[in-house]
Each structure stands twice: as C-alpha cells, then as structure tokens.
C-alpha cells in the first residue's frame, strides 16, 4: 500500500477524537458504543467531508486549477466544506444546488453564501447534472475549472478514508480498545469504499455497516454496485491487491423512511437522546438517520449487549437549524 506521492493539502485537525457513549449505552441498556468525532476536522464547523477534499483539492491544486465547482443539496455538508476548503486556498468555488433559492439563506447555505461561493440553482438536479455546461461556460471565461465529485466519493475520496482507518487504528490501539461493527451513515459511497478498503489493509476483523440515507443512484448505477467499484478502483489506485465483492458490502436500507432529507420518528429521537445524554449533536439528514438505526439495531438484538460498536459521526449539525419545522423538540414549548 503506498500513496505518499498522491497530492494533499492540509486543511483540518487530526486526529479527531474517539470517546465512548457512556450514558447512551447505559440509556440503551444494550452494547458499549464509541462515537469517532469527525464533526471535529475543523474546516467549517467540521465534518467527514474534510478528509476527502485534503486529497482531492490537493489533485486540483497539482493540476493548477483555480476554480472548484461541485454539485449536492440545499444544505449539503459537503459544499459547506467545499467552499470553506476553496476559501482558505483562494480559489474560487461554484455549488451546484438542488431545488430553488430559499427567501432568506439558514444552515449549510447561509455558510455557503458567508464563504463567498457563486451559488446555481439547479431545480431537481441535486447531484451535480448541470455541472458540465457550467464548466463550459468558466472556461469561455479563461477559468481552470476543478471538479469536485458529488460527495467527494472517488478514488481520492475513499482513500481519505483509508488513512481514517488507519489513525482509528492507532488511537484503538493505545487506548486498548476494540469493536465488533462501524456503523455510519453511507450517502455517496466514497466514506464505505475507504472503510471497506482500510478493514482490508488493516486485517480488522469488524463489521463495516453503512446505513442508507437515500432512496437514489450514484451516476446512474446502484448504489451497492458503484460503491464495491469505488472500493475495487481505490485499492488499485494504491496497488492493494484486493477484490471486493458483494459479500464484503453491508449496506442497510431499512431506515430510508421517506426518503433523502426527509425527517421522521427516527431521525427525532436519535438527534434528542444523543444530545440528552451526551451533549452530542447529529444532523437530520445523515448522522441522524444513521444513529437512529443504530438505536433500533441495538433495541431488536441485531446488535447484541456483547458488542462494541463504534458510530462514526460524520458531522453536519449546521443543517439543523434549517430543519426546525421537522424537529419535534422544537415545536415543544
């Protein structure tokens, strides 16, 4: 495994802490559960997306771009890291963004506009359709533009997160600790394609589990199916010889509910007993969802009192001030 000579720029702090969820679990009356912080990278009020765009910005810097432009939601996390990343490096950045401009900007967008980014409105298109004439239309104008996949899941993406498995590694060790599953939430592929990847390099014997939070495709191919390719094109990138099959993906789509950004029951209680018990914050659309089945996990036996599990908290709480409408803690007076 060797990737020394693969471009990188430092923007975020690392390591990010790994704590245990004590009084969650002693709430839950099931397994130990250790939550890896990655809400803590520092780029933008943090999020997993940081490690990501250390790779592929430092690509785009190596190719002399000046222009990142990437594509995601309204309140997508990753274009707030993504315009955080392209403003500490002045370059200037482009967010393609589903639906329609809001009247007044909150969350992720209000973030985004702070940044200084050029925002498209791309109505139904939130995954990034309309970047090509966009690009088009910068080059007319003498930019460089960059492209930054959806969710930053490519190969520069995942490996990102093969470093990841390798610092949790180094902190599991010294802290003497060990985990029967990962659990996370498992949107664009590229976070579960770097953890697969890492559980290869590393010879972990724990399960890697993504839970589903979108009922979509990724470029037009299902969503189990591109993430073992991105998992199967990294380790080539980095001359690992490992071949994934469908046995070494586990994805779980049973907590979907109504789909993407939709909050429900679920999403609700997660987000209240995690910050109830632990002081912790999770977003409605990700963390949320992801802890949420956890918690069912853990309450059917799926997971077992035994286990030790660690929640990878892929950050996105400046989303939940633009969902206030669906929380229900905040419609109680």
């Known amino acids: 495994m060797e990737y020394s000579h693969i471009a990188r720029e430092s923007l975020g702090f690392f390591p990010t802490p790994l704590v245990a969820l004590s009084k969650l679990s002693k709430k839950l009356d099931g397994s130990t559960i250790f939550m890896k912080r990655d809400d803590n990278t520092g780029l933008a009020l943090g999020g997993n997306k940081t490690r990501k765009l250390e790779f592929i910005i430092g690509d785009a810097r190596a190719k002399g771009a000046d222009t990142i432009i990437t594509a995601g939601a309204a309140q997508s996390n990753h274009c707030r890291q993504t315009a955080a990343a392209a403003a500490s490096l002045g370059l200037e950045c482009h967010l393609v963004l589903g639906g329609k401009e809001p009247e007044q900007a909150s969350g992720n967008l209000l973030l985004d506009k702070i940044f200084g980014c050029h925002t498209h409105w791309a109505g139904a298109n939130r995954k990034g359709e309309d970047i090509p004439d966009i690009v088009e239309q910068l080059m007319t104008q003498g930019k460089k533009p960059y492209v930054v996949p959806y969710g930053g899941s ?29 659990i996370f939430a498992s949107s664009s592929g ?13 010879n972990s014997p724990c399960q890697i589990v993504g839970i589903n939070i979108d ?20 380790a080539k ?3 690992a010889d ?27 209680e997660a987000i209240a007993l995690t910050a109830q018990t632990e002081g912790i914050l999770l977003d409605p659309v990700y963390t949320g969802r992801a802890m949420g089945g956890l918690i069912d996990m853990i309450r059917t036996g799926v997971i077992q009192k035994t286990d030790s599990v660690l929640f990878w908290h892929t950050g996105g709480a400046p989303a939940l001030f633009a969902y206030s409408n669906d929380l229900d803690i905040a419609q109680k007076p």
């Open 215 to 234: 009922k979509g495709e990724t470029d037009k191919v299902p969503f189990d199916q591109y993430t073992l390719a991105l998992a199967n094109r990294t």
């Open 154 to 182: 490519n190969e520069l993406g995942a490996l990102a997160f093969v470093e990841a498995y390798k610092e949790l590694e180094s902190q599991r060790k010294n802290m003497n600790l060990s985990f029967t599953h990962i």
């Open 237 to 239: 990138l980095i001359g």
């Open 190 to 202: 590229g976070t579960q394609a770097g953890l697969m990847l890492g559980k290869k390099v590393f």
């Open 242 to 268: 490992y071949e994934f099959s469908e046995s070494d993906l586990i994805l779980n789509s049973d907590y979907v509910g109504e789909g993407y950004g939709v909050v429900g029951a679920l999403e609700n």
